[in-house]
């Protein structure tokens, strides 16, 4: 384990002491699990970065596998072999002393260094400073730490230098047509080329050369680039195993593979291909094996053992820690029915985007077209979209030309945006994975941000992911006009003010006409224009439960315990007509056990109310803020919806941690299938899902 001490500035601050002082406090609030808390927690050393036991007790016993950690000599002997790179310039070693993760502190070569200055990047992030070192010196690794925490450099970065100017160097060839050296394994063609542009980046800078292999692209150019010959290949299971049978790609050079998001592409029932992929190295001895993700199913760990040297190292900055989502991220869930989602979704946005971008997830390809198709300027992206039109999208969305991304689970994994402030998830994923990494594609490196995912109470169980995510989920109900207009007011007098005062004199005559005709005061009129500025122009009230439009939510209660919907229905039959009753929507039992809340129509509102009135011993009230709600699975299992007190059985597949369909099942074992009966699995896997 790094000793990663940060000590304090004793001397008077200059404005280069300052900002590196508040970089460095930005780091240690970011990674609190990692670095900082170390120092925090002295006395729960080893909590934070964690030993991750490899399959069974009995196969770790068999093993030699260990975590990392970093004894006082190291940090000296990474003195010695950083000396050995090049001699440190006078304010680098102001910083190095300052702090231990800075890149002048590791063996990083000066044009690697330049190049990571230029990207703004001055120090290392724990999960990089942590395996820098291992990496470099030849160990095979398994790397873990949560979203946005920089994970691609933690490997970019040491094989680059292992391949320019360490151990790598002697045996990589030049020349044209020369085999790649370095393999990297992505699921997604969107992760794949971030990553290759990431290669491309920091290899250019050290005269290595990379190029992407990914599917739904011509073969032709890909084809032409290796046959010139590169060192770093990235790519997708499926494309890169096709080049190989059409003898295109030659692996018997490699030095390094990496399997990165190692559990998705597994998953995703790629674990032929990868295992075909990885079968073409002859001498395993001689090639470096890294698997990195903020996700590690024990599973997974299990079949790492297969691929990775019996000595290879953990690093794991998430461990036994019970949160495994961002710390940098807003967990909030909202209720509403999948029929109010389209209205509801903007509110959401003005209310908790802060000007930034939006990705929404949705389950379905079919779901993020439609939505996409009715949210003003959002594009879908999703697997049956062509290729060019996904790159186009994506192009589109990193550069600002459009803000909201209506995606499925192909822009889940590793996509690193810029200024994504909020992610909206339509309904809870089936997975915790899912939910941990379609979360963490906003509050990265540093950032902070926003999930609201929507749920409907009556049918989406949240508690499981809550559980096994170790988030503490924020409750909210549906914005309602007063918070749109004090999330959206400022940015509006913001766009008035920042309007030319030359404009004043053409708009002045209708101005004043407006006052004099309109029979407002200048306030009131300055307000419509800040709403319409906003674009909002209606005051729409929603309701709590489903988010309805023009809806309101009642809390009905009588004299004795509510213990089931149908209870609650009887009692409603005895103040009102059968047709009233068949309009509640969305009816669920309070938590306490004493009470129903449920969604009626506005127009409808009197005759519930008038009703409860005469009814004896029934209380009924228009509720602003929800009650805390029985969950389907605890209603269902406590008051008889026959599926067990577990409330898991039958129809819990969705929440059941099982995988269904062609998803990836591991037997005890340890030996994993395609439960879609060969083929590729991404084509069989969730055909509508991606
Ligand atoms: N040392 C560093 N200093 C500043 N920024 C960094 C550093 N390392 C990485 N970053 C930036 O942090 C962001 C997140 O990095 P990266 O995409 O590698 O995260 P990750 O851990 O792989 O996340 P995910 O699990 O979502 O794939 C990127 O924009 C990257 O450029």
């Known amino acids: 384990m790094p000793s990663l001490p940060v000590s304090d500035v004793a001397h008077s601050e200059t404005p280069k002491d300052k900002k590196e002082k508040k970089k460095k406090m930005k780091n240690e609030a970011l990674l609190e699990d990692g670095v900082s808390a170390k120092k925090k927690k002295d006395s729960k050393k080893r909590k934070a970065l964690d030993v991750e036991t490899m399959g069974s007790e009995d196969e770790a016993r068999s093993e030699t596998s260990s975590e990392l950690v970093e004894p006082d000599t190291v940090k000296e002997k990474r003195k010695k072999k950083k000396a050995k790179v090049d001699e440190p310039e006078d304010k680098e070693q102001e910083v190095e002393k300052e702090d231990p993760n800075a890149i002048s502190n ?334 963490g594609r906003t509050g990265r490196a540093g950032n902070t941000g926003v999930a609201v995912m929507l749920f409907d109470p009556r049918r989406s169980n949240i508690s499981k992911i809550e559980r096994e995510s170790g988030v503490k989920f924020e409750h909210i109900s549906a914005p309602q006009p007063a918070d749109i207009a004090k999330a959206v007011g400022g940015n509006a007098a913001k766009m008035i003010t920042q309007v030319s005062d030359d404009i004043i004199p053409a708009f002045k005559s209708a101005a004043e006409d407006l006052l004099n005709n309109s029979g407002l005061t200048a306030v009131e009129l300055l307000a419509k224009a800040l709403a319409k500025t906003v674009g909002y122009t209606e005051i729409k009230k929603r309701s709590l439960l489903a988010s309805m439009e023009n809806h309101v939510t009642l809390l009905l209660e009588s004299d004795r315990p509510i213990y089931t919907p149908s209870f609650a229905f009887g009692i409603l039959r005895r103040f009102l007509p059968q047709e009233k009753v068949d309009s509640v929507k969305g009816l669920t039992l309070t938590a306490d056990g004493n009470g129903a809340v449920f969604d009626v129509s506005t127009e409808d509102l009197d005759t519930f109310l008038t009703g409860s009135e005469n009814a004896d011993n029934v209380s009924l009230e228009v509720v602003e803020a929800l009650p805390s709600l029985q969950e389907r699975e605890q209603s269902r299992g406590r008051f008889g919806g026959g599926r067990g007190s577990g409330g898991r059985g039958g129809g819990g597949n969705r929440f059941s941690g099982g995988r269904s369909g062609g998803r990836f099942s591991n037997d005890r074992n340890g030996r994993f299938s395609n439960n879609s009966g060969g083929g590729r699995g991404r084509g069989n896997f969730g055909a509508d899902r991606w």
């Open 106 to 439: 590791f063996r990083i070569s000066a044009p690697l260094r330049a190049k990571l200055k230029e990207k703004g990047i001055e120090s290392l992030f724990p999960i990089q400073a942590m395996t820098f070192d291992t990496v470099l010196d030849g160990a095979d690794l398994v790397g873990r730490a949560r979203t946005g925490q920089g994970k691609t450099l933690a490997f970019v970065l040491p094989i680059l230098e292992s391949l320019t100017n360490g151990p790598a160097k002697a045996a990589r060839k030049s020349g044209y047509g020369k085999a790649p050296c370095v393999l990297v394994l992505l699921p997604t063609r969107e992760l794949a080329k971030q990553v290759f542009s990431d290669f491309e980046v920091y290899g250019g800078a050290l005269g290595l050369t990379s190029c992407c292999l990914y599917g739904g692209a011509p073969y032709q150019a890909q084809e032409s680039k290796l046959k010139k010959g590169v060192d770093v290949v990235v790519g997708t299971p499926g494309r890169i195993k096709d080049h190989i049978e059409r003898n295109n790609l030659d692996l018997s050079q490699l030095k390094f593979r990496v399997l990165d998001e190692a559990d998705e592409m597994l998953r995703m029932g790629f674990v032929e291909d990868v295992e075909l992929i990885l079968g073409k190295v002859d001498d395993v001895s001689k090639v470096q094996t890294l698997l990195f993700s903020a996700t590690l199913p024990s599973w997974v760990k299990s079949i790492s053992m297969k691929f990775l040297k019996s000595n290879k190292k953990t690093a794991d900055l998430v461990g036994n820690e019970k949160m495994k989502a961002s710390t940098n991220v807003r967990h909030i869930v909202l209720p509403c029915s999948s029929a109010a989602r389209s209205q509801l979704i903007p509110d959401v946005i003005r209310c908790y985007c802060n000007g930034g971008r939006t990705i929404i997830f949705t389950e379905t390809k079919e779901c993020a077209s439609q939505l996409a198709g009715l949210l003003p300027g959002a594009r879908a992206l999703h697997g049956d979209i062509q290729q060019s039109q996904r790159e186009v999208t994506l192009a589109g969305f990193r550069a600002g030309k459009f803000t909201t991304l209506v995606a499925t689970n192909v822009a889940a994994r590793g996509l690193d945006i810029n200024d994504v402030q909020l992610i909206i998830q339509c309904e809870p994923p089936r997975d915790v994975e899912d939910y941990i990494h379609r979360s």
